[in-house]
């Protein structure tokens, strides 16, 4: 039990290190060939627990930066990473109940499994759409083009049956499975020789603020007059650039910008003297609700819109279950961690031509391809990733972008105060990138067409690989019966 043991934290630590942040990603390739060999020897829910539980420890290490203002952070991003490892624990349970493996389970029944899993995990307050397996490719774009077809889950099934094809070459010895591995690496591949239209259209010239306020001077008011001016020069500089639109980073300033008239003034006046858009996020109050929202000045320094955050940041934005624990007590603890709880808006309505998944919203699919669907032409993520503090979850953030483009063939654009902001083609290729101050500007082309994954989204993989597993399972249980069945006679 111990070399188990052993093998599947290997395993746990190969995965992370392929994830951004560190950056070895072609390491994700044979990650789970450890715990395949651990499953392999001792079947059930040990296995994956282990493997889980090393793989989010080090993955979500950045949520540890926290602790500066919470600590008790420290506890629930343990707890977190237990949550999610008996996810893994269940899977591999799942994987291995039968008696004995065979090779349909490494190459059909756990990448299915791995994509539900994946699927089911970005579900519910606790959901998280970082720490899939696909996003450690994100800096290579040949082998994400399926991800416009089929989603980004796709990639993960094929990465976990090119483990499952090289953990049965070293298990049997056969040449099969190593035409089999290849095969699956060369189809993932092929993806990006596949036609896929991605439409010449309008023009649009884009200047993206890029800064790095620390998040502690940020939340401090008393800084509001040196922000400002440090923002407008910013924006000045973006100016200078001859933009259609300046993007600026989530929540700019220790205000209500568009409540305070002199703020909102300034950044109308930056609009109406380039002549360009002006677009920033911005807490708003309106019907004694607080949104985390992005606003909108037009050419004229109109308010031409703002949209609100529909998904907020559990245990950031807001507290999950308040009301359960104001009953059981526990309601004072809850506001000495968060006061209040941002509302949710109404729904993925683009800001004019433009779709704003803000900060968290843009680890997860649906967001970016709700907007899409209802006529975003352009991505545009403005975030504060100045919680973070410089940590992985810079790279992990700015990951979730490259995916987001590839999706749904869209130009994608991130501007980040304390993070990565860039710009990022409809085919998952970085344009250019930021992690410092200053301003990017770059031309890109607004698109009306929607790729199938936009059209259809998960559901195809999704109901593919649930129907796979359910068969695998069945087969492998009417197997179960049938040596039973010998046996006794």
């Not at 483990?163 to 089999?180: D, H």
């Not at 568009?258 to 920033?280: K, W």
């Not at 279950?321 to 004072?332: A, D, K, S, V």
């Not at 991505?379 to 987001?404: G, K, Q, Y």
Request: with cysteine.
């Amino acid at each position: 039990m111990r070399k188990e043991t052993l093998l599947s934290l290997l395993s746990g630590v190969l995965g992370a290190l392929s994830m951004p942040g560190f950056g070895f990603s072609w390491l994700v390739f044979v990650a789970l060939v450890p715990l395949f060999f651990a499953l392999d020897r001792h079947r059930g829910f040990w296995p994956g627990f282990a493997f889980g539980f090393a793989f989010f420890l080090i993955d979500l290490r950045w949520v540890v930066s926290l602790a500066r203002f919470y600590p008790v952070v420290i506890g629930g991003y343990i707890m977190l990473a237990i949550y999610f490892a008996i996810g893994c624990g269940l899977l591999t349970a799942l994987l291995t109940w039968r008696s004995r493996s065979q090779a349909w389970t490494w190459l059909l029944l756990a990448p299915a499994l791995f994509i539900l899993t994946e699927a089911l995990r970005t579900l519910g307050p606790l959901g998280l759409g970082f720490s899939s397996l696909y996003s450690a490719l994100y800096q290579i774009p040949w082998l994400i083009q399926s991800a416009a077809l089929f989603g980004s889950w796709f990639i993960t099934g094929m990465i976990v049956a090119i483990n499952g094809s090289l953990f049965l070459l070293l298990r049997k010895r056969k040449i099969r499975f190593a035409l089999s591995a290849i095969g699956c690496f060369v189809l993932l591949a092929a993806f990006a020789w596949v036609p896929q239209q991605v439409q010449d259209g309008e023009p649009l010239r884009v200047a993206v603020v890029s800064s790095k306020v620390r998040q502690e001077e940020k939340l401090d008011a008393r800084n509001l007059a040196i922000l400002t001016d440090r923002y407008l020069q910013l924006g000045e500089d973006a100016l200078a650039e001859h933009p259609d639109l300046i993007v600026f980073p989530e929540s700019i300033l220790p205000a209500y910008i568009l409540r305070n008239e002199t703020l909102a003034q300034s950044f109308a006046d930056l609009a109406r003297r380039g002549d360009t858009q002006v677009m920033l996020g911005t807490g708003v109050i309106e019907d004694r609700n607080i949104y985390n929202a992005t606003a909108l000045f037009d050419k004229t320094g109109e308010m031409a819109g703002t949209y609100f955050m529909v998904r907020p940041v559990p245990f950031g934005e807001y507290i999950p279950g308040r009301r359960l624990l104001e009953t059981i007590g526990l309601g004072n603890w809850a506001k000495s961690f968060l006061p209040l709880d941002l509302s949710r808006g109404d729904g993925y309505t683009p800001l004019s031509r433009f779709g704003t998944p803000i900060c968290f919203e843009s680890t997860f699919a649906s967001p970016a391809r709700q907007l899409v669907r209802n006529g975003a032409q352009l991505l545009i993520t403005p975030t504060n990733d100045a919680w973070f503090n410089e940590s992985s979850e810079l790279h992990a953030h700015f990951a979730c972008a490259v995916f987001r483009a590839v999706e749904n063939r869209r130009f994608t654009i991130q501007s980040a105060n304390g993070g990565i902001s860039g710009f990022i083609s409809p085919k998952g290729t970085i344009i250019a990138s930021l992690d410092g101050e200053g301003v990017l500007c770059e031309d890109v082309v607004l698109q009306t067409t929607q790729s199938l994954y936009t059209r259809w989204g998960d559901w195809i993989v999704v109901v593919l690989a649930s129907l796979l597993a359910s068969a695998c399972l069945l087969f492998g249980r009417r197997n179960v019966q049938n040596r039973c069945g010998d046996e006794t006679s």
